[in-house]
């Protein structure tokens, strides 16, 4: 009878260190990041210089750029404003961008490269200018209230910079590529 006893004890109490063992592996810890998101300010954060058919512009440290970068990274999506425009950061690593949700377009990955840094890696679909797409890196990530601020850089075409300057013109001496180095704040939605 004593053995009984203690074959049931032993038992029971194996059966409850299987399932509380269980129990640790479904709580899966989700990013802070995971969420709908616009893109909200854009300012340089290393000057450069365009050259025009009137002489060397200086593009300064803090100049808005907010609508070069919205029209870059988000032009594949169709809204009828770019503040509409979500970046949608799902739970699992998918990346998706919308207009407030509608009209979902797969944009590639997303990565939690650390606390402080995550990585973007848009298909061709999210920048139809890229064959490969593109791989943005946001660096020294900083979360106020709502908003994450951090660091990037974006390779801008010699075409988008002259649709920015218009009605200047390029002069000769440009690259064909700008490497725009700026800030960048996201507002969740």
Known sequence: MKILKSQFL??????LVFVSGCNDDDNEEVSP????????NAAVS?????????????VDVDTDITPAIQNALLGSVTCSSADKSWVELRDGGKLAMSCEGANELD??????????E????????????SPTGYSLSVTNIAAAGSNLSGNTSVPLPKEMV????????????NPDIFIVKFSIQFSKQ
């Not at 032993?10 to 059966?15: T, V």
């Not at 944009?107 to 402080?116: I, K």
């Not at 300057?165 to 390029?170: F, M």
Request: proline share 5%; aromatic share 8%.
């Open 46 to 58: 290393e000057s450069f210089t365009v050259i025009t058919n009137i002489g060397d512009i200086p």
């Open 162 to 173: 002259a649709a920015m300057i218009a009605p200047l013109t390029l002069a000769d001496g």
């Open 10 to 15: 032993f038992a029971l109490i194996a059966s």
């Open 33 to 40: 990041f995971v969420g709908n998101y616009v893109i909200s």
């Open 107 to 116: 944009a590639g990955t997303w990565e939690e490269v650390s606390d402080t």
């Open 118 to 129: 995550l990585k973007l890696n848009m298909n061709s679909a999210a920048i139809p200018t």
